[in-house]
């Protein structure tokens, strides 16, 4: 079993709910966080278990100069975004930033893990399901752009042992979604009025689905694909990472199939 578990964007919402359900299974959460150094510690206490790591993405370095935690697992939750809705009106420095938090900062932290810090077992992405470009801007450039980096550090890890995985939730009830609702001119109800039921997932449903990744399915092959977007599914759809097609708006194809018996594939 893993027991120590590095998260990315642990004091967000999703980060802090993958940190609860890693605590609650016994692991030991790494609470990574860039700026709010309190709601990580909050995130810890809660827990009743893990310890706060402050990791910068953008900086070569991540800001640990070379001292980085040991962890059999990381998972890459943190994120940025610009209320830029325009990827033809986005400023080149814009673009530059997201794609350097959003894809090249999970393969900086990936690579010294796998350099500095030996017994890397399981690396999982958590992406959106603005990798499939459904929306514009830079956001949905940079999250296809973090996909294309889970996809290949997979081809390479795989044959090392290395379980890759890719967790891709649509919209979910947190700070940040209302931030990024707010930007392009929504309410977060206005925005589930466009759901299934009328709800959008909750962090915990992410934060246990990735739980249930790390340490029910650890038996399994890995390359999971698990998209849970409730515009077009009740429950999260499992596919293989190559399974591309699952990320198209098609009425024909079970992610976008509303029976609830959507699940495991």
Known sequence: MIDRVLISGGSGGIGGAMALACAARGAWPLVGYCAN????RETVRRGGAGETVRIDLEREDLGLAGCLPAAGAVVHCAGAYIG???LAQSSSAEVRRLLEINALG???LTQAL???APGLRHVVFVLSTAVACRGTGPYPLSKA?????CKLLANELTPRGIRVDAIVPGWTDTEAARSIARATGRS???IRSQHLDGRILAPSEVGELCAQLLFDVSARPGGHLVVWDRRDARNPVWLGLGDMLALTPDHNHPLTNNDTSCGRK
Do not use: K
Request: charged share 30%; no cysteine; proline share 5%.
């Open 37 to 40: 150094e309190r709601l990580a």
């Open 84 to 86: 830029q809705r325009s």
């Open 106 to 108: 999970p393969l900086r």
């Open 114 to 116: 796998l350099t500095q």
């Open 145 to 149: 752009a973090g996909l294309a980096v």
């Open 188 to 190: 977060l109800d206005e």
